[in-house]
């Protein structure tokens, strides 16, 4: 496992597109009617500069703003593009367990639908797969208060305490997988505590 800083203000690095594996992009989404449309282009310019086998997923967590039928456009338009849909609002941990179900391509990336994340920055965590399962990042400068800055970070400390890791951000939502991981693991959270389910298991 390999962590890497997000919002670092380096470029990313694109090499031949023949050294790049195969990559499910996928994102969970609620009511991201006003987001999710320019997030899924900006995505399609940047796999499209990676490689030609690539597939973008986009899990609408029960939305009610329209989302759904922005993400069905985009999946008729682009045959790269999937939709997936849940009929109500099942919780953070449920759209993530989709979208790693839905995933068929060799590596595995997710960030958020409300593209806090700029995906422009996930091509540098692509040569770091060749030595590890899993590349999880850290957010620098978080703009939050200081009591969900305290609670994160202390989330984080047991988390580590527990399960013998050393992560800077457990619940960053920028990380890749080798898809190969899933196959081994049992996903039972469909709440926050996901990410830390994850990569506990994943390290056991």
């Known amino acids: ?21 195969s990559i499910s992009v996928f994102f969970p989404c609620h009511n991201e009617a006003a987001n999710i449309e320019p997030l899924v282009c900006k995505t399609l310019h940047v796999l499209g500069k990676l490689t030609g086998d690539f597939e973008i997923i986009i899990v609408d967590d029960g939305s009610t703003d329209g989302t759904g039928k922005i993400i069905d456009t985009l999946a008729g338009e ?9 009929a109500k609002n099942l919780g953070y941990g449920a759209a993530l367990q989709s979208g790693f179900r839905a995933a068929t391509k060799e590596l595995v ?12 920055e996930m091509p540098r965590l692509l040569p770091r797969m060749k030595q590890y399962d899993i590349v999880t990042c850290y957010r620098l400068n978080r703009q939050e208060g200081l009591a ?11 988390v580590c ?7 800077r951000d457990i619940d960053c939502a920028f990380k890749l997988y080798k898809r190969r991981i899933f196959d081994d693991i049992k996903i039972r959270s469909t709440g926050a505590l996901i990410d830390a389910e994850i990569l506990a298991r994943a390290i056991r």
């Open 148 to 158: 969900r800055k305290i609670n994160a970070w202390a989330w984080t400390k047991l």
């Open 1 to 21: 496992m390999h962590e890497f800083d997000n919002n670092s203000g380096q470029q990313s690095h694109q090499g031949p597109l023949a050294s790049i594996p």
């Open 78 to 86: 682009h045959d790269t593009v999937k939709a997936v849909h849940h």
């Open 109 to 120: 990336f997710y960030t958020d639908g409300d593209g806090q994340f700029d995906i422009a």
């Open 161 to 167: 305490f527990v399960f013998k890791m050393n992560i």
